[in-house]
């Protein structure tokens, strides 16, 4: 149990498009989910913090008007990169913990390379 | 930076010894928790313990915490070579937001 995936694993995108990444939770309800960018042989940084029907809570540093986050059900965000530049290639995970439960464990999913030329 | 840090940043040993991973991090926290990373891949739960905690095991895996002195401490006994991976700490200090430490790049070889 206890399953996140995100689509795509792997994305390569022209300078100025705009990609999104759906992260989903298979078997479990999450009402909240986070989302992380990690660059090659560095840690993960926390970018945002969605809740299900609210807005997403941003860190600092992350334009919101860059990284669009939606969670619009509690099986489902999205993450949309917009106008994307060659800067913002990374790989890109989020989690999710589960609605009801003690909420400590957040689940992960396997991430989305994300290269922009 | 809020960021925790590891130590060794790299360690390479031989199946069958034991790993030991630092962790320290800077702020009270809720609980700690270690996860595992396999080259290019999402991240495995291994294992959480609790502010008010000090020891907990779960198979091969020991951690320990050490409140006073913000720290602490993966054991993998009785590595094997599929152990490889970059193991990261990550603390909760408050709702749920994990601070990773900066990771331990583990390498076991037949």
């Known amino acids: 149990g206890a399953v996140v995936s995100q689509h795509p694993s792997r994305v390569i995108c022209k300078s100025g498009t705009s990609v999104k990444i759906e992260c989903r939770s298979l078997?479990?309800?999450?009402?909240?989910m986070f989302w992380y960018r990690q660059f090659p042989k560095q840690s993960l940084m926390l970018m945002a913090t969605?809740?299900?029907?609210?807005?997403?809570?941003?860190e600092q540093g992350v334009e919101k008007d860059k990284f669009l986050i939606n969670h619009a059900s509690l099986t489902l965000s999205t993450l949309t990169v917009t106008s994307a530049h060659p800067e913002d290639s990374s790989f890109y995970i989020c989690s999710a913990s589960e609605q009801g439960a003690l909420r400590e464990t957040q689940y992960f999913g396997p991430g989305t390379r994300l290269l922009v030329l | 930076s809020q960021q925790g840090e590891e130590d060794p940043q790299a360690l390479s040993i031989q199946e069958g010894e034991n790993a030991t991973m630092n962790c320290s991090y800077k702020?009270?926290?809720?609980?700690l928790q270690w996860y595992r990373q396999n080259s290019g891949r999402g991240l495995v739960h291994l294992i959480l313990?609790?502010?008010?905690?000090r020891e907990k095991h779960s198979g091969r895996l020991r951690v320990t915490l050490d409140t006073s002195k913000k720290s602490s401490s993966l054991l993998i006994t009785a590595s094997r070579a599929a152990d490889t991976a970059s193991y990261f700490c990550a603390t909760d200090a408050r709702f749920q937001k994990l601070v990773f430490g900066t990771g331990t790049r583990l390498l076991v070889s037949p």
């Open positions: 078997d479990f309800q999450a009402t909240t």
């Open positions: 969605s809740n299900e029907g609210s807005k997403a809570t941003y």
């Open positions: 313990i609790r502010s008010n905690e």
């Open positions: 702020t009270s926290i809720n609980n």
